[in-house]
């Protein structure tokens, strides 16, 4: 059980960091940012991929990687919308 959660971390961390880098944000962002906008953005890719009728979370692989980095990436651009909004 403990194993999991550390490789999901991992794979938050992962899909945070690419996130991060693809948005040029990489410099604003520690490894704790990252971590939790891959979680986050593993949350709201499963989200969208499932309204694109394309499977979400398969386990832990690479196509979990994608789909974690996608959404990391929409919540980076959604973030900065609002930042810039406000």
């Given at each position: 059980?403990?194993?999991?959660?550390?490789?999901?971390?991992?794979?938050?961390?992962?899909?945070?960091?690419?996130?991060?880098?693809?948005m040029g944000?990489?410099?604003?962002?520690?490894?704790?940012?990252?971590?939790?906008?891959?979680?986050?953005?593993?949350?709201?890719?499963?989200?969208?991929?499932?309204?694109?009728?394309?499977?979400?979370?398969?386990?832990?692989?690479?196509?979990?990687?994608?789909?974690?980095?996608?959404?990391?990436?929409?919540?980076?651009?959604?973030?900065?919308?609002?930042?810039?909004?406000?």
């Open positions: 059980m403990l194993v999991n959660l550390i490789l999901w971390i991992i794979l938050g961390a992962a899909a945070g960091w690419i996130a991060s880098m693809v944000r990489d410099a604003q962002m520690g490894a704790l940012a990252n971590i939790i906008v891959g979680i986050v953005g593993a949350l709201v890719g499963g989200f969208l991929f499932n309204v694109l009728g394309l499977p979400g979370d398969t386990g832990f692989n690479f196509w979990t990687l994608i789909v974690a980095t996608v959404g990391a990436i929409v919540l980076l651009f959604l973030v900065g919308v609002l930042r810039r909004a406000s």
